[in-house]
């Protein structure tokens, strides 16, 4: 796929001038180069979308980049964080780029993410063809993240419900759906720890409810302009555009973009559309007023209802989540799906890997039953052997945590987004993903899936014959079975004060 947006950006011709830019109606296919070659890359596949995975992190990168170097009218970011480093400052730098050529550029970023952002998300909101919002503001205490913090404390209830959602779309013809945002660990760009992610981009009849989404979230009273926060001044962009390209020319030799280079002139070499599958596939997401309710939603109302309710394992079920808190309702469901024959694998982080261990406490309470019951469960390493986790998008000897949200039915459903399988993302935060019935995808997933469960990446939980919890994983060219689980001891403190304080509705 990366191959064939290559391919199309080396025979793309002259910018859209400015003064030819118009609006997009809400949801429409642009009449561009983008929008004409997926429709005829759709033509022969009616009601089908194209669909390839983004495991590998300078991909991922690579793809917004030229999705954003290839947009002639419209471009719309939805992102729950913006980090600052090395390839959000190229991302920037190339939005700032489109907008300059005429491109109408909307970015969307959850107010809790965007923390420390401010003036420089209030100097993207200065050009004229570029648009900040923010979703769900807190008016006061945005100066860092301590004011932050206390502003907040008053109105927790109501302000730790955000905006998870994630999504990159150009033209309204292609789009990216999944777990990164906007920073160096989502890219494989960060040292000395990465996220192992996973990203979907579609084409075809998919990518229009994927728009609407975003124009729903966009237009709804939660969005706010940036610039009612954070005051600059009217040329501010320009300024802005000059520190990212002095930031980028002192990073020009960089070992990141050396082998970003490497990567293109590989991919530019390979066939084209190596990686499209083709197959029905379904936009889900949460109603936009969801972070502003009071209490729980129904189940029905939220994106975890309305996925539940396109799945019913039959055979297998395969579930990948970085934050995986079951909660007893949850985990009674693992369960008899286990106990009636069906094979149930859950992949998430160890506690040595995770970047959060009061989520790992909560979710080690349930361990045990779903372990006696048949499920299968995997934990991610924070180390790996170098090569052993390039399939999953890793570096070699790279400190690793999972960030990857999808699931498996079977052998033809996959759905994959930015919700984990955890109380905050079915309850509390607002998500977006996709569902898709396609052999050949789903197929490639579990490929993946079978690199990260391996004993080189992660550790398998087990039971022995007397009943003890074990970690089982591959050391030292031979297998070992670990009785303690690994993690030092502030990570083991903290999944115990979690369990204690019995935070796991919140987490």
Known sequence: MLAALLLLAGCAGAPVAREHATALPPWEVAETRLGGWAAEQAEARPGQSGLALLANGKDAFAARSLLTARAERRLDIQTYLMGDGLTTWALLARVLDAAERGVEVRLLIDDLGAVGQGERLAALDSHPNLQVRVFHPLPVGRANLVTRVLATLPVLPR???????????????????????????????????????????????????????????????????????????????????????????????????????QRHEERERSPLLDSLHWGHAEALWDPPGKPARRGRPPVAETMAGQLWEGVAPEARLSLVSAYFVPTAEGSRVLRELAESGIEVEVVTNSLEATDVPVVHGAYAAYRRELLESGVALFELRAEHDRGEGAAMGMPGSSASALHVKALAVDDGTVFLGSANADPRSVWWNSEVGVLVESEGLAREFRELVAVGTGPALSYEATLDESGRLGWETHHGGEMRRLAREPGGPWRHANAWLSRLLRLERWL
Request: charged share 20%.
């Open 159 to 261: 302000h730790h419900r955000r905006m998870h959602n994630k999504l990159w779309i150009a033209d309204n013809a292609l789009a990216i759906a999944g777990g990164r945002n906007l920073g160096d660990e989502y890219y494989n760009a960060s040292e000395p720890r990465n996220f192992a992610d996973l990203d979907l981009l579609t084409l075809g009849p998919v990518v229009a409810p994927l728009s609407m989404s975003f124009d729903l979230y966009w237009n709804h009273g939660l969005a706010q302009p940036v610039g009612r926060y954070h005051r600059v001044d009217a040329g501010a962009w320009q300024a802005l555009r000059d520190d990212l390209a002095a930031r980028l020319a002192a990073q020009s030799d960089a070992d990141y973009f050396s082998a970003l280079r």
